[in-house]
Each structure stands twice: as structure tokens, then as C-alpha cells.
């Protein structure tokens, strides 16, 4: 069945034949061998979504070094990768093993791949010049001193490294926000714009978005109209370092600004920076010298001042003291006339002073002399009206001195806690009291309250026995 599979595909194509697709699922093997599939995609380019149409591919070695001559007498523009789109020749036929149909590579055209990225490029620009995204970067102010830095790269790649060495080198402390993205392949395009995204809400003033160099074709994600609008639409200036010198993508142009190399783009920021800081340096000596010459004129005039506020001063002081000894002298003049008149006026005040206090302590002499004879005449009746009350609260006292009332029989009971009880329901059957006595104290126990009624009517205290079983 595999050779008349075999012989039919001969007998319908005899002749190799030409086929257009994308490369997808590339792989190398020993001696020399590369197999791929070579797959129409859905319609957009979705990779998301199954191929229309795929065909098994297998470049043997000698075909390969044949290949490989012919991509690098065109420049190495085109390079056979996961995602490239290419024409190439082969011969159909039955691969048993497998059970499908297998196109056996022999030759590639490389300009097609080329012009086909040449025409998607030129379209892709056209429609972004007409909605205005061209210009839309361009239109973002550039940070005055952009310290921290979005990088958007292949994680560990030679790009990643030549960036951070640059930056790290300079001396300046950048703080850099990195996102890993896969910058070739089916899956760059979407993997860069969702990074691009990433570093830009995280606060930073300027984005770096690079590669480094390859083949056109390994390029070819940065003209993708997904990384253009996703550059585009970013609200930070992006600086783009994509290839080699000569290398110019759809980023390129849709970017704040585009440079040549990832180390160029790099070096940039380096630059901005340092002239920044070279403009405050020399605004500052600027600011220093005119302070300089500020303070030099300032002090001449100073000095000048001082000069005539001196001579000034010494004629001021002269003419004071001039003027001071023409008031000294009046002041002298006018103080012993003073004097004088306040001498003659104080000996009349003394004089009547002393004879009015001699009138004074006349008339408080005889006020004293009758308030003594007074006071000698009211004395022994108030002893007597007071020894009188001593008297009477000594007696109330007395009367009221409770060991005499313990003494007529009498007696006071407490509770354990030395309160006094006045009533059965201050105590319950238990308690412990202790009665005061007129010769001591008894300690008893309660056995029983109530309202029991004593000799004389009232109510008797409470039942208690002592310690030695006698009621108390």
C-alpha cells in the first residue's frame, strides 16, 4: 500500500513543486537533518486557533547546506524560525512510517520572505500614520531625569545583559522594573505588548524595549501590529534598541525615540542624566560666582558705610558731650536751688509731724489707762461665770462616762468584726460576740434570735451561750 501511495504521488507531481506557508514547530535532529510543518494560518494570522492547512516538511543535510548558501548569499536576511513566512521547493511524497504526506525541501526563496515583510511593514505604517499613532509617542514630554527604568527583554539574553551593564556601570542609581518577553517566535508579538504593559503600571519614567541583532526575519515581531499599538498607546515615552545599526522595525518608528543598539538605548538614558547633572553643576557654580561677586560688592559698601557711620559717630559724640555739659551744669544749678527749697520744706513737715504725734499718743494713753480699769473690773466676774460652766460639763461627763454605766449593770456587745449590735437581726445562730462588762469582757455564741420579750416588756437581746454551755 506504501508504494502504490508512493508511486500515485510520483505519477501526480513528477516534478518538485513550489509551496508558501509559516514555519511552525522547527526542530534539528543528527546528521545534519531539520523538520518542520508548514502550515496556512487562520484567518488573522490567530495563532490561537488551529491552521487551515499544514503539510509535513524534512530537509535533509545536503539540502540544508544547500539552503543555508542560498539565505547567506542574500545578506542572512531570512532565517528559518518558528513563525517565519517562506516559499520553498521540494518534491511530495509518502512517508510509510508516518502514514502522511511529506514534502521533501530542497531550495527557499528568500526574497519572497523578504518582500512580503517589506509590503506587511509599508501597510502596517500607512495605517498607523492615518489614525495618527506615528506621532503619538513623540507627543509624550521626555522625563527631565529619568532614574526609573521599565526594561522590556528576553530574560538572561545578551540584550538583558549589555542594558543592565551599562546602567549599572554609569554610577547612577537607576531602579529598574524588568519584564521577561519572548522577542521571536509565533508568541513575541502578544508576550511583548502584555510586558510592555506591565513595566508601565509599575511607575516608572521611560521604557526600554530591545534586542539584539539576528536575521530580518528574527526580527519581524517588532513589526507586528500588535507591538506598534501597544507601544503607541503606552502613557511613558518608549526608547527602542532593536538589532544592529542597520536594523529599522515598525517599533522604531511608532517609538518616543528609536536607537541602534540595545547598549545605544542604554547609553542614552546614561547620557540624559548626566546632563542633567552637568546643568545643575554649572547652575550652581553659576549661582556661586554671582554670590561671590554679590558678597565682594556688599562688603565694599559695607565697609564703606562703616567708614562714614565712624566719623559720623565721633562728631555725634562730640556734640553730645558738649551738650551734656551745658545740661550737667544746668541740671547742677537747678538741683542745689531744690535741694535747698526741699530742706526748709522738709524741717516744717518734721515739726508738725512731731507735734501731732505727740497729741496722738497723748489722747492713746488715756484711752488705755480706761480700758484697763476696765478689763481689772470685769475679770474675777467672767472666771467666775466660766469655772461655773467647767463645772457643768463636768458633771455631764461624768455622768455620761460609759464605765459607769457599766457599773450600774449595764453591758455592750459586739460582733467578731467589733461592730456593735443594737438589734437580733444584726446577728444570726453562730456568730461569735463579745460583750464589754463593767470587771471585763465575755465572749459568747448566738443560739438563737428573736423577738423574745423581756422583764419589763421590751425586747430581750439576743439567746447566746458561752463557750462553757451557760447562756449569756
Not at 522594573?177 to 508568541?187: F, M
Not at 526575519?217 to 515615552?237: G, M, N, Q
Not at 496722738?360 to 470685769?378: I, K, S, T, V
Request: glycine residues 10%; aromatic residues 2%; proline residues 5%.
Amino acid at each position: 500500500m506504501g508504494e502504490a501511495l508512493a508511486g500515485a504521488l510520483r505519477r501526480a507531481f513528477p516534478d518538485e513543486v513550489w509551496v508558501r506557508g509559516e514555519i511552525r514547530n522547527l526542530s534539528r535532529g543528527r546528521a545534519g537533518m531539520v523538520w518542520f510543518d508548514l502550515v496556512e494560518p487562520a484567518p488573522g494570522a490567530d495563532h490561537a486557533r488551529p491552521p487551515v492547512a499544514k503539510v509535513s516538511v524534512v530537509l535533509f543535510d545536503a539540502a540544508r547546506r544547500r539552503v543555508n548558501t542560498r539565505l547567506q548569499q542574500t545578506g542572512g536576511g531570512v532565517r528559518m524560525s518558528d513563525g517565519t513566512e517562506v516559499r520553498i521547493r521540494g518534491r511530495v511524497g509518502w512517508w510509510a512510517p508516518g502514514g502522511r504526506l511529506q514534502l521533501q525541501m530542497s531550495d527557499i526563496d528568500p526574497s519572497f520572505t523578504l518582500g512580503r515583510l517589506a509590503a506587511d511593514r509599508e501597510r502596517l505604517l500607512r495605517a498607523l500614520a492615518a489614525e495618527g499613532l506615528l506621532d503619538r509617542q513623540q507627543a509624550l514630554p521626555r522625563p527631565l531625569l529619568p532614574l526609573r527604568v521599565g526594561l522590556v527583554t528576553s530574560a538572561g539574553s545578551a540584550a538583558d545583559h549589555d542594558v543592565l551593564d551599562e546602567l549599572r556601570r554609569s554610577g547612577i542609581g537607576f531602579r529598574v522594573v524588568r519584564a521577561d518577553a519572548r522577542v521571536q517566535g509565533p508568541t513575541a508579538a502578544r508576550s511583548v505588548a502584555w510586558a510592555l504593559g506591565a513595566v508601565a503600571a509599575r511607575d516608572v519614567d521611560v521604557v526600554l524595549l530591545v534586542r539584539g541583532g539576528g536575521a530580518t526575519t528574527d526580527l519581524a515581531a517588532f513589526d507586528s501590529e500588535v507591538i506598534a499599538r501597544a507601544v503607541a498607546a503606552l502613557p511613558v515615552p518608549v526608547l527602542t534598541g532593536i538589532g544592529h545599526d542597520v536594523d529599522r522595525s515598525v517599533a522604531d518608528d511608532v517609538a518616543h525615540a528609536a536607537y541602534k543598539t540595545p547598549t545605544a538605548c542604554a547609553q542614552a538614558v546614561v547620557d540624559e542624566v548626566r546632563s542633567v547633572d552637568e546643568r545643575l553643576a554649572a547652575a550652581w557654580l553659576a549661582v556661586a560666582a554671582t554670590a561671590a561677586r554679590r558678597l565682594r560688592g556688599e562688603a565694599d559698601r559695607l565697609r564703606s558705610c562703616g567708614r562714614h557711620v565712624a566719623v559720623a559717630t565721633r562728631h555725634g559724640l562730640a556734640a553730645a558731650d558738649r551738650s551734656l555739659a551745658v545740661a550737667g551744669g544746668r541740671v547742677r544749678r537747678s538741683a542745689l536751688t531744690a535741694l535747698a527749697r526741699s530742706s526748709t520744706t522738709l524741717d516744717r513737715s518734721v515739726g508738725r509731724l512731731e507735734a501731732g504725734a505727740r497729741a496722738h499718743l497723748r489722747g492713746h494713753d488715756h484711752g488705755l489707762l480706761a480700758a484697763h480699769e476696765r478689763l481689772r473690773q470685769r475679770a474675777p466676774r467672767a472666771l467666775a461665770s466660766a469655772g461655773r460652766e467647767v463645772d457643768r460639763i463636768a458633771g455631764q461627763l461624768r455622768a455620761l462616762d460609759p464605765a459607769r454605766t457599766l457599773a450600774r449593770g449595764w453591758s455592750i456587745t459586739r460582733d467578731a468584726d467589733g461592730a456593735l449590735v443594737r438589734s437580733p437581726d444584726q446577728v444570726a445562730p453562730g456568730d461569735e460576740l463579745r460583750t464589754a462588762v463593767a470587771t471585763g469582757e465575755i465572749t459568747s455564741t448566738v443560739t438563737a434570735t428573736g423577738p423574745v420579750r423581756g422583764p419589763a416588756g421590751g425586747s430581750a437581746p439576743p439567746t447566746t451561750r458561752t463557750p462553757t454551755g451557760e447562756d449569756g
